[in-house]
T-cell receptor
């Protein structure tokens, strides 16, 4: 079945450091790929997405490129802030029934310190 | 401004005592989803409604059921909660096969 693998956390960085969170996936067909962010005590918020190979999703300084040849969707940010501290989930989406199904990775906790 | 609302945010129940979690939406989306997220784990889809059509995931226990009386509301019923059902329950909505919007979640504690 479909699956998503993320690097384990927590990842601890100093403010203004470069961030990479690795994500690889296994899926049949052509899934869409997402990064969601979850702040403490809150639900999931969509951070960025890519719907086909070579697409680059970007938002709030975060970027990720859909690489079909390496089945990857790594999240990057050039300069992290303390406010970026959260748990980041990589996910793939496939159609099911009349809706769609998100398959999530296990999440990577990011801690940014001053 | 709230688009997907979950009540209550925190729910405590006793072992074996039925409990109902509520989700409502102001987005008029035709699809509503329920996910279970255990501590430090990924959210896991339990089931979803496409309009009134119920779609259950193959590995969702029979202990979990859902109702959708109208477009705006969807309920998650846990008939006999066990200690292993303690988790965050996330509701999400989407317009057909497009982006899902998540609510803040309800954290369920089973004593």
């Amino acid at each position: 079945g479909d699956s998503v693998t993320q690097m384990e956390g927590p990842v601890t960085l100093s403010e203004e450091a470069f961030l990479t969170i690795n994500c690889t996936y296994t899926a049949t067909g052509y899934p869409s790929l997402f990064w969601y962010v979850q702040y403490p005590g809150e639900g999931l918020q969509l951070l960025l997405k890519a719907t086909k190979a070579d697409d680059k999703g970007s938002n709030k300084g975060f970027e990720a490129t859909y690489r079909k040849e390496t089945t990857s969707f790594h999240l990057e940010k050039g300069s992290v802030q303390v406010s970026d501290s959260a748990v980041y989930f990589c996910a793939l989406r496939k159609s099911t029934g009349g809706g769609n199904k998100l398959t999530f990775g296990t999440g990577t906790q990011l801690k940014v310190e001053l | 401004d709230a688009m997907v609302i979950q009540n209550p945010r925190y729910q405590v129940t006793q072992f074996g005592k039925p409990v109902t979690l509520s989700c409502s939406q102001t987005l008029n989306h035709n699809v509503m989803y329920w996910y279970q997220q255990k501590s430090s784990q990924a959210p896991k889809l339990l089931f979803h409604y496409y309009d009134k059509d119920f779609n259950n995931e193959a590995d969702t226990p029979d202990n979990f059921q859902s109702r959708r009386p109208n477009t705006s509301f969807c309920f998650l019923d846990i008939r006999s909660p066990g200690l292993g059902d303690a988790a965050m329950y996330l509701c999400a909505t989407s317009p057909s096969r497009y982006e899902q919007f998540f609510g803040p979640g309800t954290r369920l504690t089973v004593l």
